[in-house]
């Protein structure tokens, strides 16, 4: 085993909530077992010990590998029953075959934490299962039974999870993401790296990065209830190919999208990308129409192309506060562009704010008499710096 750096900065809060979270334990671990650690360079098991260990999360890890004494330098386990210690997190790497036993074993060790009613959580970030059909859905059927509702599992066929602000990298990406107050969640591993990526150029960080694969255990409702409880996610943006449980999905959705936006992009909204999607995670998208009306009743803001998902993302990133209203002002020095994004908010579902009487009388006093004197405010295409920015200190005042 091998006890990384403790956090010394770390709330009270986050023990606080560990006592009352049904997922604390994937989350917030404070010890993880890798079973399928490996020195074999290149292999999904090294990278993911490697990660652990390279970003200090403050708990014990524990490789498990029933052929070697040690992994990385650090001494390995020939299964999680030998682990001397209580363990809050098991990471499956292995053989798609050999992963019902293994589940089997994490419940009869009864690991620590709580989903719900049950014993333990595990991440299964190996794949074969469903995807490819009788035989998939048969060791799923396993997993299943082995687990006897006492185990709570993300995956299988999934990146694993990602939690920047406690350096937690449970996954086998290359790099940790920067912490910020996005919460991602997406079924598709590749995607999760795509994100990734881009957020580094971006700037953008994140309270938790969870690559749910199948979810053929923990669904969209766990997770989005989690982060609703969150103090440090703001946001929540999901990729999704399959809405699993839509009850489950919904009743999370209209309640904590009250308080924090929630963004989708679903993929397989024509006939063809829907079995694709089927392809990939064995999804069934559904009747496109029947999500969007239900997204519009929970609250939901879908999103139909990824740079939309990527721009939405960023915004909910950096706004320090999130419009309650769909009521916005457009400040241009082009009344031909004013009028073209006037055009795709109202065809998002915005609408124009009218301008107070008080406005107009203050930007008189300042702008051309040949401005607009209505909204979008054209301040004409002379405009300076500070134009722009007297414009903007008066329209923000306005009470619409």
């Known amino acids: 085993m091998i006890q990384t750096r403790q ?3 770390a709330p009270t809060y986050d023990i606080l909530r ?4 049904p997922l604390t334990s994937i989350f917030v671990p404070n ?20 990660n652990l260990l390279s970003n200090p999360f403050g708990g014990t890890i524990f490789p498990v590998n029933p052929k070697r004494h040690s992994v990385l330098e650090i001494p390995a386990y020939p299964n999680i029953k030998a682990i001397p210690e209580p363990i809050d997190l098991a990471i499956i790497v292995i053989s798609a075959p050999m992963v019902p036993n293994v589940v089997r074993d994490c419940v009869a060790v009864s690991i620590k934490g709580a989903i719900a009613q049950r014993n333990g959580c595990s991440i299964i970030i190996s794949a074969r299962f469903k995807e490819i059909g009788p035989e998939g859905i048969e060791l799923e059927h396993q997993i299943m039974t082995a687990a006897r509702g006492k185990m709570g599992i993300i995956g299988p066929n999934c ?3 990602m939690i920047p602000h406690s350096g937690l990298n449970a996954t086998f990406a290359s790099t940790i993401a920067n912490p910020g107050n996005v919460g991602f ?7 999760c790296t795509a994100v990734l990526d881009w957020s580094f150029s971006e700037n953008v960080g994140f309270s938790a990065l969870i690559s749910i694969g199948s979810m053929l255990d923990v669904d969209w409702g766990d997770l989005i209830y989690y982060l609703g409880d969150d103090p440090r996610t703001k946001s929540i943006v999901i990729y999704m190919e399959s809405i699993g449980n839509a009850r489950s999905f919904l009743s999370a959705a209209r309640e904590v999208g009250l308080t924090k936006p929630i963004i989708v992009i679903k993929a397989g909204k024509a006939e063809a990308t829907a079995q694709a999607a089927a392809s990939h995670t064995d999804s069934l998208t559904g009747s496109d129409e029947v999500l969007n009306a239900a997204f519009r009743r929970c609250g939901v803001l879908r999103v139909n192309r990824i740079s939309e998902l990527f721009d939405m993302a960023e915004v909910m990133a950096k706004q320090p506060r999130i419009p309650k209203v769909s009521k916005l002002t ?3 020095n082009a009344g031909r562009l004013g009028v073209i994004a006037t055009d795709a ?3 998002d579902g915005g609408e124009l704010a009218p301008l107070a009487e008080e406005t107009v009388t203050q930007m008189n006093e300042f702008l051309s008499t040949h401005w607009s004197h209505s909204n979008p405010i054209d301040i004409l295409g002379d405009a300076t710096p500070e134009r722009y920015h007297k414009t903007l200190e008066v329209a923000v005042k306005d009470p619409s």
């Open 7 to 9: 956090k010394t900065t």
């Open 18 to 21: 560990a006592e009352r979270q």
């Open 31 to 50: 010890n993880v077992a890798v079973i399928g650690a490996t020195d074999r360079v290149g292999s999904v098991g090294r990278t993911i010990l490697w």
């Open 159 to 161: 990146l694993g999870v």
């Open 185 to 191: 969640i997406s079924q598709s591993g590749a995607f």
């Open 330 to 332: 457009i400040i241009t």
């Open 345 to 347: 908010m109202i065809a």
